[in-house]
Every structure is written in structure tokens, then in C-alpha cells.
């Protein structure tokens, strides 16, 4: 049984900065592609960030040089640190696994809210 567990979420002054973790259990965590999505009310589910099993990253150009995504596979955990919040920045983050060439079996976290507001 696949699990992945968001955290981390939470109320941040704008300008501030939150860690997520996503606890991955029941996936083989390190040949797979981990990433972070955001939804917004009414809008499509989007890519924040991802990184592979190799640790190449990619982000969406909203967040770079703002978001950091980083794995630890002995602790079968995906991070993503952000800094320099801002209100638009708030809104549900899921965590997102998939097998190299399979995005169209992945799984998905639980999701944690992000509100900035001062």
C-alpha cells in the first residue's frame, strides 16, 4: 500500500518561509520521480517543483530562485523549502511520485495547506 504523507504546512507572514516533507512508504523511493504540486480554487493542479532519481530539479518559473526541492533517500522523504513567501504562493500542496516514464501511475499525497497572510 502506497502511501505519501504531507507536513509542514501552515500560517506564514509574507516574505517568510515553511519547509513541506512528504513521507513516502510502500514505493521503491529511490528510482522515483518525486515532485510538489499546488492547486488553487478553481484552477488546474500544477507542477511547483520535481526531482528525479538522479537529483536533477526542475521548477516552475514562479518559484525559482525562491523554492528549493531536495530528497532524502535513506529517510524516504521529498522536501521543499520555501523562502520569501508570498500571498499568491498560498493554496494546497500535494506530493507527487511516479516511475521513470510512468507519470500516468502516479501517486499522490494527501495535500497540506499553505496560507500566507500578515
Known amino acids: 500500500q502506497v502511501q505519501l504523507v504531507e507536513s509542514g504546512g501552515g500560517l506564514v507572514q509574507p516574505g517568510g518561509s515553511l519547509r513541506l516533507s512528504c513521507a513516502a512508504s510502500?514505493?521503491?523511493?529511490?528510482?522515483?520521480?518525486m515532485g510538489w504540486y499546488r492547486q488553487a480554487p478553481g484552477k488546474q493542479r500544477e507542477l511547483v517543483a520535481a526531482i528525479s532519481s538522479g537529483r536533477s530539479t526542475n521548477y516552475a518559473d514562479s518559484v525559482k530562485g525562491r523554492f528549493t526541492i531536495s530528497r532524502d533517500n535513506a529517510k524516504n522523504t521529498v522536501y521543499l523549502q520555501m523562502n520569501s513567501l508570498k500571498p499568491e504562493n498560498a493554496t494546497v500542496y500535494y506530493c507527487?511520485?511516479?516511475?521513470?516514464?510512468?507519470?500516468?501511475?502516479?501517486?499522490w499525497g494527501q495535500g497540506t495547506q499553505v496560507a500566507v497572510s500578515s
Open positions: 507527487n511520485a511516479y516511475e521513470p516514464g510512468r507519470p500516468d501511475l502516479a501517486y
Open positions: 510502500g514505493i521503491a523511493f529511490s528510482i522515483y520521480v
